[in-house]
């Protein structure tokens, strides 16, 4: 089965200061992955995916994701963090196994920047 | 830009009531998902649709039950609520060539059951 994992329920990182949100995946074939972003009370928004190509992905707002296949991870990052940015954050996995191929997400985590 | 809606937002229901979530995806998709997204939980896949006939099946328990009608629309039906149903319901939609797209996520409905 697909999955993904994010080891850190939560980041604390200082406005100004470069981010990483972890994500390891276990997959059957080639990944789809997705990161996802989610405001309080809110729908999650999509941020990146890698798909093929290049192992550095640019998304919305700044992000970019670096995809690495030996060690199955699929780190999050931006150079300079807001305060803006405190949100929760979702790895997924496009489950192409499943007819419906639908999204199985990590558990999340919690980014906090700090002014 | 359009956006995935999803109505109504916010839903409160008594134990045992039922409740239908309404959900509009972006035009011209033709797949349409249901997650659940419980208290500090990551979202948990319920069902989905592709062409207005269902695609997969989650973790929907037997007392809910979806559709997806002529129109592309999907509602999802939910019978003898129980306390344990309070949650985020989010309604997704995407194109399904091939695993490379990305869902779009509505603003989610939270049905709390009292």
């Known amino acids: 089965a697909q999955s993904v994992a994010q080891p850190e329920d939560q980041v604390n990182v200082a406005e100004g200061n470069p981010l990483t949100v972890k994500c390891t995946y276990s997959?059957?074939?080639?990944?789809?992955l997705f990161w996802y972003v989610q405001y309080p009370n809110r729908g999650l928004q999509f941020l990146l995916k890698y798909i093929t190509g290049d192992n550095l992905v640019k998304g919305s707002y700044g992000f970019e994701a670096e995809f690495n296949k030996s060690q199955t991870s699929f780190h999050l990052k931006k150079p300079s963090a807001l305060v803006s940015d405190s949100a929760l954050y979702f790895c997924a996995v496009r489950d192409i196994q499943s007819y419906g191929q639908n999204f199985v997400f990590g558990p999340g985590t919690r980014l906090s920047v700090l002014p | 830009a359009a956006g995935v809606i999803q109505s109504p937002r916010h839903l409160i229901k008594e134990k045992r009531e039922t409740a239908t979530l309404k959900c509009y995806p972006i035009?011209?998709?033709?797949?349409v998902y249901w997650y659940q997204q419980g208290p500090g939980q990551d979202p948990q896949f319920l069902i989905s649709f592709y062409e207005k006939m269902q695609s997969d099946k989650g973790s929907i328990p037997d007392r809910f039950s979806a559709q997806q009608f002529s129109d592309y629309h999907s509602e999802l039906n939910m019978s003898s609520l129980e306390l344990g149903d309070s949650a985020l319901y989010f309604c997704?939609?995407?194109?399904?060539?091939?695993?490379?797209?990305?869902?779009?996520f509505g603003q989610g409905t939270r049905l709390t059951v009292v």
């Open positions: 035009p011209r998709h033709d797949t």
């Open positions: 997959v059957s074939g080639n990944p789809y």
């Open positions: 997704a939609s995407s194109f399904p060539t091939g695993g490379n797209t990305e869902a779009f």
